[in-house]
């Protein structure tokens, strides 16, 4: 039975300002939820975003009234092992709120995993592989400081991918930036850009048409999220990959960029797409529709990083990698024992559910009262 669900707002300082169109990070706040059974499993979730209501609908502090005032007493009483059932009361009641569903699904699943002692990315499927390529983004705002965290990271051999966030300067100069970038790099590493949906269509068009000859390989929701015509007519227009972030909140839209034809690549994201199992729609779609696969993320901490890594495990297909990174963005640590990235690639955890332990002095040390 499930017995009750906690929620907590952590707030994290990142180890640099991380620059996006959208927001500049210096703290990012997880949202963790705690599920607790009657048969002594615990579960976590998470539900974290990114620049508080600068990037998505929900901020962290509607996320967890939304979870503690209606979510939560939904849920409370329910057989725990009975996710399928327990998620379906909470798609059926509560509208939106795709985030909070995330965190509220994790948890039960990771709960449910423990009281089967299997990973959880066995009920999801089953995992194809046990190590993810990961992106690493440069967002310092200074090109000579980005390259140099890019030559570390090679040298670490922590990341090969590399995704520039642009968007907020004109075209030209961040076109400049990043084929600044790419040079020094050169062949060692995927160059990619996202530009957070910053660029109208004309500005898209020279901006993508200068990075393509570049040699960049990626261009992520180069316009607005609702812009879907013109996203397909840029992925007619160049052969550069293109891909869908913002634009993708889930299955029904994964069908319809697919239907429009109009991007090369989905950014699978589970908080976007509702939850894990819809991700894993997400992820279908995109396989029967030709659409490449890659790993995205809402810069989440070690739980919400380690759900993504167990559907990303269970993809046949993952020719973009993934960008399961936010732990490493972070000054601090929630988990007993960090995710594990090396030859740059993360260890999809092998323990019971998640594979991850919270270590609750040091949520309690972070979190926000
Ligand atoms: O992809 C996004 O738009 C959000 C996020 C992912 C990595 C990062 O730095 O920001
Ligand atoms: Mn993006």
Redesign the pocket.
Known sequence: MIQNIETYLVDVPTIRP?R?SVATMNTQTLVLVRLRCADGITGWGEATT?GGLGYGGESPESIKTNIDTYIAPLLVGMEASEVAKAMARVRKVIQGNRFAKCAIETALLDAQARRLNVPLSELLGGRVRDALPVAW?L?SGDTARDIAEGEKMLELRRHRIF?L?IGLRDVMDDVAHVLEIKRALGERASVRV?V?QAWSETDAVRGIAALEAGGIDLI?QPVKAGNRAALARLKQRFDVAIMA?EALHGPADALALAQADAADVF?VKITQSGGLLPALEVATVARLAGVGLYG????EGGVGTAATAHVCSTFAELAWGT?LFGPLLLTQEVLREPLVYRDFMLQVPTGPGLGVEIDMDKLRAMQRV
């Open positions: 991380h996006m990114i983004v967002a995704k966030k996202d957070n992520e972030d950014a995205g993320t809402m810069l960008e």
